[in-house]
């Protein structure tokens, strides 16, 4: 989940970046140093990813957080030490 976040961020604020990067340089023939809306297209998305993204790794710090307590508080039983007696055959 967390790494399906990650990848449209990152997909997101490339797109960002390659827009509003052709606008400063002036290679954008369409908007003539204008975003025409890119930002309020990908501005929000970018932040609900952003959002998600920190949600997503709070849920899995507590996840962490509660394998390690429980790990460290479980105990494994002993393996039975000696033979266990044979079982005699019944005479039926």
Same mark, same amino acid.
């Given at each position: 989940?967390?790494?399906?976040?990650?990848?449209?961020?990152?997909?997101?604020?490339?797109?960002?970046?390659?827009? %509003?990067? *052709?606008?400063?340089?002036? *290679?954008?023939?369409?908007? &003539?140093?204008?975003?025409?809306?890119?930002?309020? %297209?990908?501005?929000?998305?970018?932040?609900?990813?952003?959002? $998600?993204?920190?949600?997503?790794?709070? &849920?899995?710090?507590? %996840?962490?957080?509660?394998?390690?307590?429980?790990?460290?508080?479980?105990?494994?039983?002993?393996?039975?030490?000696? $033979?266990?007696?044979?079982? $005699?055959?019944?005479? $039926?």
């Amino acid at each position: 989940m967390l790494d399906g976040i990650d990848e449209r961020l990152q997909a997101q604020a490339e797109y960002a970046i390659e827009q %509003l990067s *052709r606008v400063v340089d002036g *290679r954008d023939q369409y908007r &003539h140093r204008s975003t025409d809306g890119v930002l309020q %297209l990908t501005g929000p998305q970018i932040d609900m990813l952003l959002a $998600r993204r920190g949600d997503a790794v709070r &849920h899995l710090t507590g %996840l962490c957080t509660a394998f390690k307590a429980v790990s460290q508080t479980a105990t494994v039983p002993a393996p039975a030490v000696g $033979r266990v007696p044979a079982r $005699r055959p019944t005479g $039926r």
